[in-house]
């Protein structure tokens, strides 16, 4: 069974900063793209940041120049870093990972259960 656990969120100044770790586990063959998105109260989810397997980046115009994806293939995981945040930063931010695992070799879109993140003004 493949899962992915999120943490680093939490309650943090405008301007400051969070960085978000997320990582994967189980029966995993390969892992494709990862991303982040966050779902704000009464607004739909939204891809923040998303990051290919050759370390291509892609970012919601929104957070560019401030927030930065990364991932560690080793460690099956990927990281936001989240600097000069602002109160409409807040959000639940979800870890989405494209993976194919094993032994069926099957392709799928995972997604954590979330972590917390308030900008308070």
């Known amino acids: 069974q493949v899962q992915l656990a999120e943490s680093g969120g939490g309650l943090v100044q405008a301007g400051g900063s969070l960085r978000l770790s997320c990582t994967s586990s189980?029966?995993?063959?390969?892992?494709?793209?990862m991303g982040w998105y966050r779902q704000a109260p009464g607004k739909q989810r939204e891809l923040v940041a998303a990051?290919?397997?050759?370390?291509?980046?892609n970012y919601a115009d929104s957070v560019k120049d401030r927030f930065t994806i990364s991932r560690d293939n080793a460690k099956n995981a990927v990281y936001l870093q989240m600097n000069s945040l602002k109160p409409e930063d807040t959000a639940v931010y979800y870890c989405?990972?494209?993976?194919?695992?094993?032994?069926?070799?099957?392709?799928?879109?995972?997604w954590g259960q979330g972590t917390q993140v308030t900008v308070s003004s």
């Open positions: 989405n990972a494209d993976i194919t695992d094993w032994p069926r070799k099957t392709r799928h879109d995972y």
């Open positions: 189980g029966r995993i063959f390969s892992i494709n793209a």
């Open positions: 990051i290919t397997s050759g370390g291509i980046t």
